[in-house]
Nanobody
Framework: QVQLVESGGGLVQPGGSLRLSCAAS????????LGWFRQAPGKEREFVAR????????YYADSVKGRFTISRDNAKNTMYLRMNSLKPEDTAVYYCAATTQWSTTPDAYDYWGQGTQVTVSS
């Protein structure tokens, strides 16, 4: 099993930037593809970005493409989400998750962090 803990959320102005981190435990971190999801109040959890086991293949939701960058450092058991040009619509709780599949659906992910709040407001 792998345990995931998000950090780095907070309040940021529209147009600003923020970097989220996802720290994982266990030596099998590199065996999992990883993803970021977000959930706004009253809405379903939605896919944001994912990254392959090696970090060489990434995929983004259209809503964040060109603004967000997902990366991972397997040596540090950590995944990151750099968010630039943030919009109020990006406000949500952000979750990191791990899967053995190449997928964008929440049901395919086996392990989840507790989430970190991102609020974009002026």
């Amino acid at each position: 099993q792998v345990q995931l803990v998000e950090s780095g959320g907070g309040l940021v102005q529209p147009g600003g930037s923020l970097r989220l981190s996802c720290a994982a435990s266990g030596p099998t971190f590199s065996s999992y593809a990883l993803g970021w999801f977000r959930q706004a109040p009253g809405k379903e959890r939605e896919f944001v970005a994912r990254i392959a086991r090696s970090g060489g293949n990434t995929y983004y939701a259209d809503s964040v493409k060109g603004r967000f960058t997902i990366s991972r450092d397997n040596a540090k058991n950590t995944m990151y989400l750099r968010m630039n040009s943030l919009k109020p619509e990006d406000t949500a709780v952000y979750y990191c998750a791990a899967t053995t599949q190449w997928s964008t659906t929440p049901d395919a992910y086996d392990y989840w962090g507790q989430g970190t709040q991102v609020t974009v407001s002026s």
